[in-house]
């Protein structure tokens, strides 16, 4: 499966911003979906990650009360809200796909910028 995330942006600190990330040459229901962030000089963090079903979706507890993913199987995308955003937000945004029901996220996207300024 190929993926391509778009999105990214520059914005202020507060302001919102919604990624979205396409899958295509797979069968996207197949398939449990991610986002993942690395700011600069630092480790690539886990950001969300939703069921192939979209009825179960996990967050690290410091992003679960102002980001939320989402998926729309029928258009083979994934999308990603960020609310009240913060400068330490800033990083480079990919998407992930893994296998349904496996551990590992297998498939990457090229990602996406998102600058939040102070």
């Known amino acids: 499966v190929q993926l391509q995330a778009c999105g990214g942006g520059l914005v202020q600190a507060e302001g919102s911003l919604t990624l979205s990330c396409t899958a295509s040459?797979?069968?996207?229901?197949?398939?449990?979906m991610g986002w993942f962030r690395q700011a600069p000089g630092k480790e690539r963090e886990f950001v969300a990650s939703?069921?192939?079903?979209?009825?179960?979706?996990s967050y690290p507890h410091s992003l679960k009360d102002r980001f939320t993913i989402s998926r729309d199987n029928a258009k083979n995308t994934v999308s990603l809200r960020m609310n009240s955003l913060k400068p330490e937000d800033t990083a480079v945004y990919y998407c992930?796909?893994?296998?349904?029901?496996?551990?590992?996220?297998?498939?990457w996207g090229q990602g996406t910028l998102v600058t939040v300024s102070s």
């Open positions: 992930a796909a893994r296998i349904r029901d496996s551990t590992q996220f297998d498939y």
């Open positions: 939703i069921s192939w079903s979209g009825g179960s979706t």
């Open positions: 040459g797979g069968t996207f229901s197949s398939y449990d």
